[in-house]
């Protein structure tokens, strides 16, 4: 618990001042000035992965976000700690009544013994992410590319990702996510993972003192990817 803590605790030091914000919906950008935080505990076969995500609103339009995670392998080979520091942010071209969002992230490893089985790798990845966003439903697609370059092992991988997410208002706390995954992956020089991926992802929300929510991921395509549990909880100040 005390490994949970020390990284949790940094998305409740401004409580008394979060807002009432859905900041799940797949369209959720904060205004200028604005700051949202995300906390989330995921578990995939023996992996806990506690990470913590903030974006802040430079503009109306510029977004600035990352995350950092820190790693639990609950196996006797398996190093615990700091596995990466992603940042990165988005810039909204239109927000109409067609929203278009362009995006792009750098990520890096921390401790090198801990991602991807001990590893030191960089990636990035870009892309669009459009959609219409209503007071109870919002439906958004992503088309973009990610490249992971496992240093260390001499091995990289230049990917496609597809996505579609839909998202459903059923009263003032609760709402509901449900989105799909589709990861075309580059197995040119056998790196990484050697099949195409697809990811469905249920997910339901509810809003009291922040937003809480539960998400079950499970892998339609590939066998050796583990399905994951998330927990999340989200505020916006």
Avoid: C
């Amino acid at each position: 618990m005390k490994k949970v803590s020390i990284v949790s605790m940094l998305a409740v030091l401004a409580i008394s001042t979060a807002a009432s914000a859905n900041v799940e919906n797949p369209l959720y950008a904060p205004a200028k000035g604005k700051l949202y935080s995300k906390t989330s505990l995921a578990k995939a076969d023996s992996t806990l992965t506690l990470q913590q995500k903030f974006g802040y609103g430079i503009t109306n339009r510029l977004v600035i976000d990352g995350f950092v995670n820190y790693i639990d392998q609950d196996k006797d080979d398996g190093d615990d700690g700091f596995g990466s520091f992603n940042i990165g942010g988005a810039y909204r071209l239109s927000s109409g009544s067609l929203i278009t969002d362009v995006y792009a992230h750098y990520e890096t490893a921390i401790d090198e013994d801990v991602p991807f089985g001990g590893n030191d790798y960089t990636a990035w990845d870009a892309g669009l992410k459009f959609g219409k966003r209503t007071a109870k439903y919002t439906i958004a697609a992503q088309a973009g590319v990610e490249n992971i370059d496992l240093k260390d092992l001499d091995m990289d991988t230049n990917n496609i990702i597809l996505g579609l997410e839909g998202a459903y208002t059923f009263d003032d706390r609760v709402s509901g996510n449900l989105g799909l995954k589709y990861t075309i992956t580059d197995d040119f020089n056998r790196s990484m993972v050697e099949e195409d991926t697809m990811a469905l992802t249920a997910q339901v929300n509810y809003l009291k003192g922040g937003l809480w929510s539960l998400a079950y991921t499970h892998e339609l395509k590939a066998d050796d990817v583990d399905n994951v549990w998330t927990v999340k909880y989200g505020l916006a100040f």
